[in-house]
């Protein structure tokens, strides 16, 4: 493995170590708190932690501190990918790694969602991993939606057949209260002519991949967020990274087993 390649296809990183705000990106580095306005769909985003603040959980993480969501506090915060995310009209292509923590049994409702990444919801132009509460045990999935009015000519969202069909689910993933899960999604060829496709990774494995993605991801990417804890998460979040190109298998693996995580690769370890 070669780990220059891997530090030239970093774009962002957060390991949560000296603050909040993210310790390596193009774009804005600062995490906002996200809150909802006077008018519909309005998002409000506020500099910080939030209030009450979400917890920063010193030498708790899988690398010194953690992003920890607790069932007093469970609101979302948000990045903003303007530049930390390599998003493309023409061939987006991409990895995000992170490491997971929590009991699914601590989650309050049916669904919640580590991960978003978006400008409008959960199934249009998203990718996204969930955490289920309705399975027993419950589910990990990847999902990854283009255009909603382009894979939902029924306007009907979860109830279309369509919406599974674009899922990767891990029946009894390996996220417990007693260990750290490294999670990775890969992704190439979306927004090309010969459609796109995305692989879900947990601890370094290959445990499955989307159908093909013919439909488009259009985003305002001035307004497309990658969002943490949505939909009351509870647990724990850590070494949080976004690179520009699919990593392959050896490279999530190596990933891995960096010292002091993703910070390693550009000298602040």
């Known amino acids: 493995m070669n780990s220059q390649n891997l530090s030239a296809s970093l774009t962002f990183h957060a390991s949560f170590d000296h603050g909040p705000d993210a310790d390596f990106g193009a774009g804005d580095r600062r995490l906002y708190s996200v809150s909802t306005g006077a008018e519909p769909k309005e998002i409000v985003l506020t500099p910080g932690l939030g209030d009450p603040p979400l917890t920063l959980a010193q030498a708790r993480g899988r690398y010194g501190a953690a992003l920890a969501f607790t069932a007093e506090n469970t609101h979302t915060v948000s990045y903003k990918a303007e530049k930390n995310v390599a998003y493309a009209q023409d061939g987006f292509q991409g990895t995000i790694s992170f490491w997971l923590f929590g009991d699914t049994a601590d989650i309050p409702g049916q669904y919640c969602d580590p991960l978003q990444l978006t400008d409008k919801d959960y199934s249009d132009a998203c990718i996204w991993v969930d955490i289920t509460k309705n399975d027993s045990p419950s589910d990990l999935r990847l999902g990854v939606f283009g255009n909603q009015k382009e894979w939902d000519l029924t306007d009907t969202r979860h109830e279309n057949a369509a919406f ?106």
């Not at 995305?198 to 001035?222: C, K, M, P, Q, V």
């Open 164 to 269: 599974y069909w674009r899922l990767v689910k891990v029946a009894e993933p390996p996220v417990a209260k007693t260990r750290w899960t490294h999670i990775a999604i890969t992704w190439d060829g979306i927004n090309s002519a010969g459609g796109g496709r995305a692989r879900f990774y947990l601890d370094g494995e290959h445990r499955g991949a989307s159908n093909l993605i013919r439909e488009r991801f259009t985003w305002d990417i001035a307004k497309t967020r990658i969002s943490l804890g949505i939909g009351n998460y509870i647990g724990m979040i850590d070494d949080f990274a976004v690179f520009n190109r699919p990593l392959t298998p050896d490279e999530i693996r190596a990933l891995i087993r960096l010292e002091h995580g993703v910070a390693d690769l550009y000298g602040k370890g």
